[in-house]
């Protein structure tokens, strides 16, 4: 069952990353197309962090709000993703080198902040899951954070020299 919720969720994430590549050069109602993708795929990934982390009711009470606020805090981080595609999109063909190196660094810095932002909650989902579930929970985050990151990739075109 796990490993059925996984696929469907990557499937998922495939379709959503895909439309933001495409869509994020097409212009007119990108934005409102982007959060309506987005909205289905957080519901998604918190239906498939409970498929999976098996939680006791007590615990469950005491998880999600963190949980909430994680996702709350992760969602500027993507915000700040999705807007350097955007850009990134708009104008792959025509970048100058200074652009490039602002990209780069600026993508760098968005992997940054979303490593930070995990070890900030590593201690406070510590405080509310035990040991195991708790490392399950970032297992999961973080495998999911690269099935989109693999999607991303493979739908933005290479810089052209």
Do not use: C, H
């Not at 895909?18 to 197309?33: L, R, V």
């Not at 509310?128 to 693999?150: C, H, N, T, W, Y």
């Amino acid at each position: 069952m796990k490993k059925l919720v996984m696929v469907v969720f990557a499937a998922l994430s495939m379709l959503f990353l895909a439309d933001i590549a495409s869509f994020a050069q097409a212009g007119g109602e990108t934005d409102k197309y982007i959060n309506l993708l987005r909205k289905d795929l957080r519901s998604d990934k918190k239906q498939l962090i409970a498929a999976n982390m098996n939680l006791t009711e007590a615990e469950a009470v005491k998880f999600w709000p963190v949980y909430d606020q994680y996702a709350i805090e992760g969602m500027k981080i993507y915000d700040a993703r999705i807007a350097l595609v955007k850009e990134y999109a708009a104008n792959y063909d025509k970048l100058t080198d200074a652009e490039a190196k602002s990209l780069n660094k600026r993508s760098i810095d968005i992997d940054e902040s979303m490593t930070k932002l995990r070890q900030k909650y590593v201690p406070i989902v510590a405080k509310v899951l035990p040991g195991k579930k708790s490392a399950l929970f970032f297992q999961i985050d973080k495998r999911l954070a690269l099935l989109i990151d693999l999607q991303t990739a493979s739908e933005i075109p290479m810089v052209e020299l």
